[in-house]
């Protein structure tokens, strides 16, 4: 099994550029999580997805979108990159499910996306 | 809300010698707690959980911690340091109550390094 995975590994866009994140997990896991890393400041939470349909915001969701595509897929979309967005943006995701039933749930981290804004 | 500080951004200690990494919770209940390994240019990798139960959790690699409810505390500990145990890791929470989503808070990680 690959885990999961995203792409593209770098990016560098100019200030006021469009991309989008991709993420798959291949573990049939219910729940789905994007987070940024800066230094100093652990790992925040953007965007997560409990189920299929369903999007929550997180900790810092300004400036960004989602699109839970189907079960294996997250997206995270930034309509116009800002150079505070320069990051590291994990994937994430867990088992989830029904409530009570993924309360030992471990997430699983995708390898990265190392983003800078000029 | 739920926070988590992981005391001492940079830890050093020599191979061979006891590795310790702080991690205290605020929580006036007792919420899950993990530990995650982050080795460079790479995402996380679980090392160890504490839900309900023993209080002495022991993980991958050598690795345990200890959940002290009193001390509101989930301190990392190795007997002895490897150069492989070079790497950053993260305390992390979950409330018991997240709902379906296993939302976790992240502490700002503490590097280690390893030296001969």
């Known amino acids: 099994n690959a885990g999961v995975t995203q792409t593209p590994k770098f990016q560098v866009l100019k200030t006021g550029q469009s991309m989008t994140l991709q993420c798959a997990q291949d573990?049939?896991?219910?729940?789905m999580y994007w987070y940024r890393q800066d230094p100093g400041m652990g790992l925040r939470l953007i965007y997560y997805s409990a189920s299929e349909g369903t999007t929550d915001k997180g900790e810092v969701p300004n400036g960004y979108n989602v699109s839970r595509l189907n079960k294996r897929e997250f997206s995270l979309r930034l309509e116009s990159a800002a150079p505070s967005q320069t990051s590291v943006y994990f994937c994430a995701s867990s088992r989830g499910g029904l409530a009570g039933a993924g309360v030992y749930n471990e997430q699983f981290f995708g390898p990265g996306t190392r983003l800078t804004v000029l | 809300a739920q926070s988590v500080t992981q005391l001492g951004s940079h830890v050093s200690v020599s191979e061979g010698a006891l590795v310790l990494l702080r991690c205290n919770y605020s929580s006036s209940v007792p919420p899950y707690l993990f530990w995650y390994v982050q080795y460079p240019n790479q995402g996380l990798q679980l090392l160890l959980k504490?839900?309900?139960?023993?209080?002495l959790v022991k993980g991958i690699n050598g690795f345990e911690a200890e959940f002290k409810k009193s001390e509101t505390s989930f301190h990392l500990t190795k007997p002895s340091a490897h150069m492989s145990d070079a790497a950053e890791y993260f305390c992390?929470?979950?409330?018991?109550?997240?709902?379906?989503?296993?939302?976790?808070?992240f502490g700002t990680g503490t590097r280690l390094q390893v030296t001969l």
């Open positions: 992390a929470v979950r409330p018991l109550n997240t709902g379906t989503a296993s939302k976790l808070t």
């Open positions: 573990m049939n896991h219910n729940s």
């Open positions: 504490y839900t309900t139960g023993a209080t």
